[in-house]
C-alpha cells in the first residue's frame, strides 16, 4: 500500500493506474475508521481493480461551534485498517486547499432540508471538497455509506450534474451488535449516554417494522421512543427528493439527527410501502 501526501502523487498514481486499463475505485473518509469505513473499501474493492481512500478531516464541512479540533484521529490505526482491506493508496493530505483556493461546490434544494437546515454549510463543505478530491483522484467509482443517506443523495446528484463518469455507490449501514450505528463519533459517548443512544435505533425500527401507513402517527410514536437531550429532526421521505410524505405509500426512509450529551448522532432507515 502507498501512502502520499501530495495530490499531485495520487494524480498521477491513478492515471498510471487508468492508463492500464484499470478500473479506480475512491472511497473518502475523515478517518478514525471502523468496520463501517471497512466496508466500503471491500466494496470497492469488488467493483474496481484499484482503491484509493482518503483521510481528511474537512474543516468546511464543520461550523463554528462543532467538533473540527477534537475530531478523534488515528493515522496509525486507520493505515493498518487500509492495508488489511486492499487499499492500494492511502491520500493523507496535511490540507487539500491551496492558498487562493476560493470556489465552492453548492447542491440545491436537496442540502437545505433536515441535516442541511440544522447544520448550515455544512454540505457545501462536503460537495466542495468531494469535487475536488474527485478532481485529484478521477475516480470510475466513489464509495459512501448509506450511515449519512443525505450526504449519499447529495453527492449523487453533483456527480450526475458535475462529474459525468463517476459513479456513486452506497454501501449499507453497519452497525454494532446492539444496533448503534458504527460512527467515528461514538467515541465520545459515556457509558450511559452509549445506552440512551440506542434509542435512536429502537425509534427508527418501531417506524419501519409498524403497519401503520400514516406519516404523522408513525413520528409520534418514533418520538415517544427517543432518549435523547435535543432532537434536531425525526422524519420520513422520499429517499431520493428528500421531499416529506403524509402516507407511506411507497418506498420510504426514515432518519433521525439528535443530540445525545454533546454529541451529535444520525441514523436512518429503509421504510417499505404498507
Ligand atoms: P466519515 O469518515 O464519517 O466522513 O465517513 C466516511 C464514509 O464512511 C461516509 O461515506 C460515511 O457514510 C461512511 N460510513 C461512516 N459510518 C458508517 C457505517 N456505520 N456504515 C457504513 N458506512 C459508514
Redesign the pocket.
Known sequence: MRTCNDPDDVTAWARSWRSEGARVGF???????????A??LDLAHARCDRVVVSIYVNPLQFGPSEDLDRYPRDPEGDLRLCAAHGVDLAFLPETLYPPGFSTRVRVEGLTSVLCGAARRGHFEGVTTVVARLFGIVGPCTS??????WQ??VVVRRMAEDLHPGVEVV??????DDDGL?????NRYLSAADRVRALSLHRALRAIRDSREPSVPALLEEGRSLLEVDRLDYIAIVDPWSLAPLERVDRPARALVAAFVGNTRLIDNVAVDPR
Open positions: 472511497v473518502p473518509t475523515m478517518g478514525f475508521l471502523h468496520r463501517g469505513h466496508s466500503l464509495v459512501f455509506g448509506e450511515k449519512d450526504q449519499y452506497a454501501g449499507p449501514l453497519v452497525r450505528a458504527l460512527s467515528s463519533r
